[in-house]
Nanobody, 127 residues
């Protein structure tokens, strides 16, 4: 099972940018579908908003982040990135990456679709 570790969170002003990383160990990320989820304070639900498929590398993002967030994968570094631009105060605070070797994503993804999770990284957008 792949082990995932997120990094890159922090505090940023509205309109600012951050790049999150999801680094894998134990196996190659190229053989996993990887998604980013986020969770708002006080909410139990994690929202899957962007993913990248294994092998063909196709990506999908929700309309709420399309044009602002970009997911990419660097196989040589065994890392998936999330470039977040134009951050808003209402963007949720904790970001998780999740992976699964058997999943091919077409559109919306759910937490139960994924077998491996990182511990999360916190993003705060505030002036």
């Amino acid at each position: 099972q792949v082990q995932l570790v997120e990094s890159g969170g922090g505090m940023v002003n509205p309109g600012g940018s951050l790049r999150l990383s999801c680094e894998a160990s134990g196996t190659s990320l190229a053989y996993h579908a990887i998604a980013w989820f986020r969770q708002a304070p006080g909410k139990e639900r994690r929202e899957g908003f962007s993913f990248i498929n294994r092998s063909d590398g196709t990506t999908y993002s929700l309309d709420s982040v399309k044009g602002r967030f970009t997911i990419s994968r660097a196989n040589a570094k065994n890392t998936v990135y999330l470039q977040m631009d134009s951050l808003k105060p209402e963007d949720p605070t904790v970001y998780y990456c999740a992976g699964d070797p058997d999943l091919y994503c077409l559109d919306n993804v759910l937490p139960g679709d994924f077998s491996s999770w990182g511990q999360g990284t916190r993003v705060t957008v505030s002036s």
